[in-house]
C-alpha cells in the first residue's frame, strides 16, 4: 500500500543559459568575430503532479538573447557610411515549455529528472551598428535572417525543497539542443545551450492522498 499524491503549483522563474554560437565561416576575409552573451528569462511555471511520480510542466517565459559581430575587413574607403564595423542584435522571444518529469522523493527534498520540447516565439529584434564615419542605424550591409520558431529539446535535473506545505523552491541545471539555427545570416548550425533556472512553486490545488495497492 502507497499514497498517491497529486496537485497543481503555480510558480516564477528565472532562468541563465549561455550562447556558444559560431559565426558562419567564409562570409568574408579575414572572418568576422561573433561574440556571445547569455540568454535571460523569466516568467511563469505551472507544474502538474500526476500522482506519486510523475510530473508535467508548462509556463510562459520571457527570453533575450543579444550577440555582437566585429568585422575585420579593411575597406577599400576609411569611414565608408555604408559598411558597418560592428553589428550587435537582441532578440526577444516567449518561451513555451513541455516537458515530463519523474519525481523521487527524500524527506523534504526531491529529485526530478524531466525530458521534452521548448519553443520559443519570437516576439521582436533590435540592431545597432555602428559604421565606418562613427554613425550608428539598422544596416542593410548584412540583412538578418532570424529562423523563427525555434524548436529545441529540453533535459534538467530539478532539485527541489519543499517549505511549509504549500511552498516549493528549485534549483534547476539543464542543457537546450537547438532543432533549428537562431540567425541563419550570422551563425553555423544549431548549438547545446547549457544553463540554470531557479524557481518558487505555491500549491493552489492540492489533491488528498488515496492508498492504492
Not at 539598422?138 to 529540453?154: A, C, G, K, S
Amino acid at each position: 500500500m502507497h499514497a498517491q499524491e497529486s496537485g497543481l503549483r503555480l510558480g516564477v522563474g528565472a532562468s541563465v543559459e549561455n550562447c556558444p554560437y559560431m559565426y558562419e565561416a567564409d562570409r568574408y576575409n579575414p572572418d568576422a568575430e561573433l561574440a556571445n552573451s547569455a540568454r535571460y528569462g523569466g516568467g511563469l511555471l505551472l507544474r502538474a503532479d500526476l500522482g506519486k511520480h510523475w510530473v508535467f510542466g508548462t509556463g510562459v517565459l520571457h527570453t533575450t538573447t543579444r550577440y555582437h559581430v566585429t568585422f575585420n575587413y579593411r575597406p577599400l574607403h576609411l569611414y565608408d557610411p555604408f559598411i558597418p564595423n560592428e553589428t550587435t542584435v537582441t532578440a526577444s522571444a516567449l518561451r513555451i515549455p513541455l516537458q515530463l518529469g519523474y519525481r523521487i522523493g527524500v524527506g523534504k527534498f526531491e529529485f526530478v529528472p524531466s525530458a521534452g520540447l521548448h519553443l520559443d516565439v519570437l516576439l521582436n529584434t533590435r540592431e545597432r551598428s555602428v559604421f565606418e564615419d562613427g554613425s550608428e542605424r539598422r544596416t542593410t550591409f548584412h540583412p538578418l535572417n532570424i529562423d523563427e520558431p525555434q524548436f529545441m529539446i529540453h533535459v534538467e535535473a530539478a532539485i527541489n525543497y519543499k517549505v511549509g506545505e504549500r511552498f516549493l523552491l528549485g534549483l534547476v541545471p539543464y542543457a537546450n539542443v537547438e532543432l533549428n539555427t537562431l540567425d541563419d545570416t550570422y551563425m553555423t548550425g544549431p548549438a547545446t545551450l547549457l544553463g540554470g533556472l531557479m524557481s518558487v512553486y505555491y500549491t493552489v490545488q492540492q489533491m488528498a492522498p488515496r492508498l492504492a495497492d
